[in-house]
């Protein structure tokens, strides 16, 4: 199989996910300003949900460009990603719904961890077919390593705190909306 179909594949698969989350936002009771602040949660969760989403269809996509051959287990690992990222509108609009309550924040956050762990092991496997870019590119990768160590604090501290959770979230996307241009960057320098 090519890359352009598994591609297309994730891309129908996470533009489907953001349309259920969209979708998921009610839109207020009443006509005033004051109406909106009852949905502002539902919202955030919406936004930073949003930006999870298209960080990974963002990565995702560099990661199949520096991808050689696509196999079986490629493409199940792809489809255990896709399994995660999928949840992505449950958790959104149940933390959205409940943002002070434990359960909701922490099923976020394992949500998150398992996303990135699948993510993980999608890029084991490319590599493992031979993706000599992705190595390169990768180098010690703290972002990716550090980011599951992040959600797992975040899930802890729900227990305590669901808004330090929330804020710990947050903290890694806004990381990870630092563009990080070495797959690129490599990519770039095999074409001359």
């Known amino acids: 199989m090519g890359k352009g179909r598994l591609e297309a594949f994730s891309d129908g698969v996470i533009a ?3 349309t259920i989350m969209v979708l998921e936002m009610k839109v207020p009771a009443g006509v005033s300003l004051h109406a909106l602040l009852a949905v502002l949660p539902v919202f955030l969760s919406y936004v930073l949900s ?8 963002n990565n995702h996509h560099n990661m199949l460009h520096a991808a050689g051959k696509i196999n079986g287990s490629i493409l199940w690992a792809n489809l255990h990603l896709l399994f995660w990222l999928s949840l992505f509108p449950f958790v959104t609009a149940w933390m959205g719904r409940n943002y002070s309550a434990i359960a909701p924040t922490a099923v976020y956050g394992v949500v998150l961890f398992m996303a990135a762990v ?75």
């Open 16 to 18: 489907i996910i953001i």
């Open 50 to 57: 949003f930006v999870y989403v298209g960080i990974y269809w």
């Open 118 to 192: 699948a993510y993980f092991i999608l890029q084991q496997r490319i590599k493992a077919a031979g993706a000599t870019v992705l190595k390169r590119a990768l180098g010690r990768d703290w972002k990716g390593k550090s980011s599951p160590v992040l959600y797992l604090l975040g899930i802890c501290i729900a227990d305590f705190s669901p808004w330090v959770a929330q804020a710990i979230y947050l903290a890694v996307a806004l990381m990870w909306l630092i563009p990080d241009r070495r797959i690129e960057k490599i990519l770039a320098e095999k074409k001359e």
